[in-house]
């Protein structure tokens, strides 16, 4: 791989990611939810921040911002559509941006829905996606600003990305999102199997992010509303599959 990935644990329940390009030791962050565990992962390492990536605006995904580019000096990388909620950034960004860590390429990827103007990235070569609160371990972000056909676009999006794409999301939420998954899918024997997974990595307080997009494939009900099955369970069969994910979201919501 041609990027070094470090999961970092923040507040509650979120993540921050450090990537480091092994030929030029080129060091980013993907999201700061508070700076202290990220600065305490550098040091440890022995590494300098060099760029930030930042997905949405959301405060717990960036209010670490300022006080990290204090510390370190990095320059600070987010979307054009978002700049007006963001911390100030040093470059804004736009779907088919390129970004790098060191000769390491990333492409961004405009995924509204969670919120409009929230991007990810992903390094093709390295085999990652930042994908923060869109496409989420066993799940997805909820929907506060973007409508369900946006999300469902974005989602598209994410699931054409090669199977084996490691998917870099934002929060340890992925035992809850299993459980709804059971609920649509109790004999997905991919997902009981990963249930069981899940319970044994938070007992022994392991991150269970990030994951193979080939799991969420198998395992994600949101990206597999489009299968006959799902839509039978949710009563729409012969829906569209916007109108089907619009009634698999708002199920969870209410979960």
Known sequence: MALELVTI???TDNYAYLIRDKATGETAVVDVPEAAPILAELFRRGWQLD???LTHHHSDHVQGTLALVQATGASVY???ADAHRLPSLTQA???GDEVTVGETIGHVIEVSGHTLGHIAFSF???HLAFTADSLMAGGCGR???????LMWASLTKLAALPAETLICSGHEYTASNLRFAATIEPENQALLGRIARVSAARAAGVPTVPTLLSEELATNPFLRVKLPHIKRCLGLEF???AEAFAALRARKDTF
């Open 9 to 11: 644990s923040c507040l």
């Open 143 to 149: 929907l506060f600003e973007g409508s369900p056909a």
């Open 239 to 241: 829906a569209p599959d």
């Open 51 to 53: 760029k930030i990536f």
């Open 124 to 126: 093709p070569s390295a």
């Open 93 to 95: 960004l736009s779907e």
């Open 78 to 80: 987010g979307a054009q």
